[in-house]
């Protein structure tokens, strides 16, 4: 009876084991398919052996094979564009002499020659001591999401460009009509002098002979 309930409670653990591992093998699943949506892969450095992880959607961004690259920080350095590797590599070594979490954007190119930005994002895991253990991050694709800043970019700017012609245009007619304006105050300036002279003369010589209405007149 003994042997008979050892070998059912080893079945039950065999069931369990197996059980567990068809969920770990979902869920390891899911989280690619969550990672190839979201277009963000994760990815670690063991500071004990020194042995760096990518998952599958690292490769994926930068469009190259497991057997192409070996992970590593140098490895991820090499994969950025010439004009970011600089100050990339300086705020990486930074981050392993601070031992402080930290993000920055950069520029890749693909081997097809293609540009793409990527964010990556880090922090480091620490033993009862303080001491590194573990660095992680994630990495990720926002190629798209640049594009659209770009493109609105480009939509305000020419936006602003129309708003500013016709704003630039009624500028310019209203100084012509200031001009005009100008213009015709001056030229009538005389003849209204010479009217107003002549009204002044027949008020004072001719005022008998006006009547009210005429004196109403010049007097206007």
């Given at each position: 009876?003994?042997?008979?309930?050892?070998a059912?409670?080893?079945?039950?653990?065999?069931q369990?084991?197996?059980?567990?591992?068809?969920e770990?093998?979902?869920?390891?699943?899911?989280?690619?398919?969550?990672?190839?949506?979201?277009?963000?892969?994760?990815?670690?450095?063991?500071?004990?052996?020194?042995?760096?992880?990518?998952?599958?959607?690292?490769?994926?961004?930068?469009?190259?094979k497991?057997?192409?690259?070996?992970?590593?920080?140098e490895?991820?350095?090499?994969?950025?564009?010439?004009?970011?590797?600089?100050?990339?590599?300086?705020?990486?070594?930074?981050?392993?002499?601070?031992?402080?979490?930290?993000?920055?954007?950069?520029?890749?190119?693909?081997?097809?020659?293609?540009?793409?930005?990527?964010?990556?994002?880090?922090?480091?895991?620490?033993?009862?001591?303080?001491?590194?253990?573990?660095?992680?991050?994630?990495?990720?694709?926002?190629?798209?999401?640049?594009?659209?800043?770009?493109?609105?970019?480009?939509?305000?700017?020419?936006?602003?460009?129309?708003?500013?012609?016709?704003?630039?245009?009624?500028?310019?007619?209203?100084?012509?009509?200031?001009?005009?304006?100008?213009?015709?105050?001056?030229d009538?300036?005389?003849?209204?002098?010479?009217?107003?002279?002549?009204?002044?003369?027949?008020?004072?010589?001719?005022?008998?002979k006006?009547?009210?209405?005429?004196?109403?007149?010049?007097?206007?």
């Amino acid at each position: 009876q003994v042997e008979d309930e050892l070998a059912l409670l080893n079945k039950e653990l065999e069931q369990r084991v197996i059980d567990r591992s068809q969920e770990l093998v979902k869920s390891e699943a899911r989280l690619k398919e969550a990672q190839a949506l979201s277009h963000i892969s994760n990815w670690e450095v063991d500071l004990l052996t020194g042995v760096s992880t990518w998952s599958d959607e690292f490769y994926s961004i930068f469009g190259i094979k497991r057997n192409e690259l070996q992970p590593s920080p140098e490895g991820f350095l090499s994969l950025l564009h010439p004009d970011d590797f600089g100050w990339a590599k300086e705020t990486v070594e930074k981050a392993f002499q601070t031992l402080e979490s930290s993000f920055f954007y950069a520029k890749t190119k693909t081997k097809n020659g293609n540009i793409k930005y990527i964010y990556s994002q880090w922090q480091f895991e620490f033993d009862q001591n303080h001491k590194p253990i573990r660095l992680y991050g994630i990495l990720q694709d926002i190629t798209d999401r640049k594009i659209a800043e770009e493109e609105i970019k480009l939509l305000n700017a020419t936006l602003e460009k129309k708003v500013e012609e016709p704003t630039s245009q009624w500028q310019a007619a209203n100084k012509e009509l200031e001009t005009f304006s100008y213009s015709v105050s001056h030229d009538l300036r005389a003849p209204l002098r010479s009217i107003d002279g002549y009204a002044h003369i027949l008020e004072e010589d001719y005022a008998d002979k006006l009547g009210d209405d005429g004196k109403q007149i010049i007097a206007t």
